[in-house]
Nanobody, 126 residues
């Protein structure tokens, strides 16, 4: 059974850091895109970042460029999202998702992702 499980969320002060993990089971990371999305209260789902398992190429939303880094660990079948310089507007439930590559690259379009985790809460507040 294909499954994605996020962890690592929590409460952090502005300017702080957190590392989220997405452990995948039921399939390998080969030839897959893994994306991170978030949804704040009262707002729609927003793409954050994605990584291509075949090329290692990454993509970031403008709002997180230079602050967040996505990476993968094949041995652990895990994708990480290292978040730094966190702001209150980063507060949201963060979801990871598995999708399909387009010409070896990942996309930030949620429509390309067909399996989703249950989410982990990130709260940035003093």
């Amino acid at each position: 059974q294909l499954q994605l499980v996020e962890s690592g969320g929590g409460l952090v002060q502005p300017g702080g850091s957190l590392r989220l993990a997405c452990v995948v089971s039921g399939f390998t990371l080969d030839f897959r895109a893994i994306g991170w999305f978030r949804q704040a209260p009262g707002k729609g789902r927003e793409a954050v970042s994605c990584i291509s398992s075949s090329t290692g190429s990454t993509n970031y939303a403008d709002s997180v460029k230079g602050r967040f880094t996505i990476s993968r660990d094949y041995a652990k079948n895990t994708v990480y999202l290292q978040m730094g310089s966190l702001k209150p507007e980063d507060t949201a439930v963060y979801y990871c998702a598995a999708g399909w590559l387009q010409f070896g690259l990942c996309t930030l379009s949620s429509g390309s992702y067909d399996y989703w985790g249950q989410g982990t809460q990130v709260t940035v507040s003093s």
